[in-house]
């Protein structure tokens, strides 16, 4: 059996499983153990997705704590249940077909040349109704649009393998739960002893050694309070002296905006909304109950928080980590850059808005420290994905990237730019 491993950055995920629908009231493992005694040769692992588990094989250059490739890409196309798609990836081209949000028993496959994987591709459209086709441009097939690996796959859905072998699988999680409690050890090893180390008797303390520590403390006081003084007095920074990168935000937000779109069974996402430093999706009820949807939050979206705002909506919503800042210049020319905008947006057949904004930026510490800015705010829609749309505006100079929206009833991404002048 060949390797049916791929890379995408730096991370080895598993394709080549054999996906299996959940029988109900039955766990993934005794059913992924069942299932692989019915295989010649056996499989040697397993993962579980959403009332399917897959089979991996060691033969296959599967390992445990692997990532499987398949759930990344179904969380992404979340919205398709019916899509067959094809990957160029380093190692061939990786084909995968879901159906009614089932993935096809044997339709996670990788394939070494280019002509064995169309071949397979070609059967697979002879079956009616796909909801979306993914295929390398170089294939000319009809209705078909091309996808890179690292558009679908983000690391997000991180269903690892893990091993059918009950007793490794007990010695793995021995040898973790060890780690664990050695790391805690570790960590609160301080307090731990001065929970079990004798309370040290005064009487014993030299007075010379509490002298000395007692002015120590005192130099640090001082020192902490010249600290703030210095802060107090620090100059205005202005938005435009540290504006987050623009593709590595254009980045950051795509990759949130999938993370959150990812499918909760019963509820139907409306639109997402990616500011500066937090990511929302307001969803609505369509079957599901709330119960269920924190529960289904939990497992499948750590790190997610949940908010009702009333008896059908809700937000999800999640703190981003900050992205590089740098320190820019405002435009000179107002004027000549709104012109420079509206023609590139024109070449491209794209309607644009414009208009010109003002801002009171106020120190923290002192709130009589003010100062006026001026931006020009720029409004698009566009079905480009924000890692293509940010570089319309790499020509310009103190741009920000203060909304990106996406709209999940036009498929379509909503942007707000700001671009400071002088």
Known sequence: MTAQVITVGRKKYATGLFWQPLIDGQSAGDSARRTAKSIVGGAQLYTDYRGMYGLGFSASKHSTGMFAAAPEVCDSLSDRTSFVAAFLVKEGVWILAVRNGQILSDQDMLYSDDESARAAYMRLLELPDWGLRIAPSHWNIDHATEKHIDEVIFGTAKRSLKTLDRLKQFIISGLFIGMLLIMVFI????QIMEVVAPAPQLAQVNPT???EYRQKIIAQQKQEKEVISIADV???VLPYEQLPDITERANQCFRATAYIMQTLPGWVVLE???????????IRRDYGTITDLYNEVENVMPGIQVKQT?????????TLEKVSTKKTTPVENSEQTRREITALFQKMNMAVSMSVKQETIIHPKNQNLTKQVQFILVSAESKLSPMEFVKIFEPFASV????????????SWIYEEKIYVK
């Open 400 to 411: 920000e990237f203060s909304v990106i929206k996406w709209d999940n009833k036009k498929q």
């Open 310 to 318: 009333s008896d059908t909506d809700v937000n999800l919503f999640a």
């Open 209 to 211: 050694l509490l002298e």
């Open 234 to 236: 620090m100059p205005l």
């Open 187 to 190: 960590t609160f090893q301080k």
């Open 272 to 282: 997402t909304e990616c500011t500066r430093g937090q990511i929302i999706a307001r």
